[in-house]
């Protein structure tokens, strides 16, 4: 079954909810339908974007319109990996490629991307095997082998997003 965001501005959250499945197998039980995604998607969206984050640390709040700030996803990652990550500007798409490297199972990286005037959309890097990197993509649902060559060319073609702009990954 395909998990989708449950609206536009919820690709971070859904991003973040599929993260979580891949790193607790009794949530991934618990989170299994198209219904039950969509609700911890928007429950999410709304605690990354208030005053306190999931752990009930204080963080800057954000207007939901604008969909995940990056440092919220940030620090999301860090929380349910227990590893640090950083969020890296990566518009020369070579560096977009080169801050994936880091990604395994256990330690996946949220990309913002979009046009080339602004990031409008988030996509998680869940590992990266030889030259393509497996990639959730919230507004189909569809896990994607997505090729080095669409990264450092800006031909991503993900939800119609083609450049890198942001890309939040464990520190090196």
Excluded: I, K, N
Excluded at 4 to 26: F, I, K, N, W, Y
Excluded at 59 to 79: H, K, N, Y
Excluded at 96 to 120: I, N
Excluded at 160 to 166: A, K, N, V, Y
Aim: proline content about 7%; overall charge positive.
């Amino acid at each position: 079954m395909r998990l989708r965001q449950p609206d536009r501005r919820s690709c971070g959250a859904a991003s973040l909810v599929m993260a979580r499945r891949l790193a607790r197998p009794h949530y991934a039980g618990l989170v299994r339908d198209q219904d039950t995604f969509a609700h911890e998607a928007a429950t999410l969206h709304r605690r990354l974007t208030s005053l306190a984050d999931t752990a009930g640390g204080w963080q800057v709040p954000w207007t939901r319109a604008l969909g995940t700030p990056p440092w919220a996803v940030a620090r999301e990652l860090r929380l349910l990996t227990g590893v640090p990550y950083a969020v890296r500007v990566v518009r020369w798409r070579r560096r977009a490629w080169s801050s994936l490297e880091h990604v395994a199972p256990a330690r996946p990286a949220a990309v913002f991307v979009g046009d080339r005037l602004l990031p409008r959309h988030v996509v998680l890097v869940t590992d990266v095997e030889h030259e393509h990197a497996r990639t959730y993509e919230p507004a189909s649902g569809l896990d994607l082998r997505v090729a080095r060559e669409r990264w450092e060319g800006g031909d991503l073609r993900l939800a119609g997003w083609d450049r890198p702009w942001l890309v939040v990954s464990p520190r090196r």
